[in-house]
């Protein structure tokens, strides 16, 4: 995997390319926003960033949000910064963050993000691909869900919302992330869209403990549906 690496702390920096070299990713260190943005201008070949939030000329959000302005959704982006405020957390993930992790860097979990991040990226290909999640069946070809076999009808755009939920178990969506990965645009907060689909699709779905998943909300943080590795247990818990 391509990585381009944010880092002013030159130190930091190696630590964070030599790890994901000896995970076998390639790293290239930029210790200056400006040069990041300027090769992103010139290549679209990196496949993940990550980015510091504070750096000496543009902070790591004034990259996030060209990167969303100008490349688009597709681009997965983590942050590995010393903010640790959940008002931080909430900025990064609201102006379109894939994952946040905080310094110090654990090289471990630092691996395994940027693993859990590359799985996300499936070739175009094996989006056609059937797959399941829990007791539930997703045909991407034939845009179907089921549950225990049983084909659930959803709009549209209920359907992408489920898809999007159901490819990345476990993984926290900001609202924007969410109406820009389906609408492809924001939704005002003070509309009642996004609200009224994801009550549609947890209705419909019947997304329960008993069907071995749970959709999970935050107001100030998001929505993700997490797995219930036990369903007996979650549903006597």
């Known amino acids: 995997m391509l990585i381009a690496s944010l880092e002013d702390d030159v130190a930091q920096g190696q630590l964070i390319q030599s790890v994901l070299e000896q995970a076998g990713h390639q790293c290239t260190l930029f210790t200056t926003a400006q040069a990041m943005l300027a090769a992103l201008a010139r290549t679209h070949s990196f496949e993940l960033l990550i980015l510091d939030w504070e750096m000496p000329d543009l902070s790591g959000l004034d990259v996030l949000r060209w990167v969303r302005t100008n490349l688009g959704q597709g681009m997965p982006v983590m942050f590995v910064t010393s903010r640790t ?30 693993s859990a991040l590359q799985r996300r990226l499936a070739p175009a290909s094996s989006m056609e691909t059937s797959f399941s999640c ?101 549903m006597h818990s």
């Open 85 to 114: 405020r959940e008002e931080d957390l909430v900025t990064g993930l609201q102006a379109g963050a894939d994952d946040y992790m905080v310094k110090p860097i654990r090289t471990g979990e630092l691996v395994a993000r940027v």
């Open 134 to 234: 829990a007791a539930y069946t997703i045909e991407p070809a034939q845009a179907v869900i089921s549950l225990n076999g049983q084909a659930i009808e959803l709009a549209p755009k209920e359907y992408e919302l489920a898809v999007l939920f159901f490819r990345n178990p476990g993984r926290l969506f900001s609202r924007d992330v969410l109406s820009n990965n389906v609408w492809n645009r924001e939704i005002p907060a003070t509309s009642r869209t996004l609200d009224t689909h994801l009550s549609n699709i947890r209705r419909k779905l019947q997304l329960r403990p008993e069907n071995g998943v749970r959709l999970v909300s935050s107001y100030a943080l998001g929505y993700r549906l997490e797995l219930l590795a036990d369903t007996q247990e979650a």
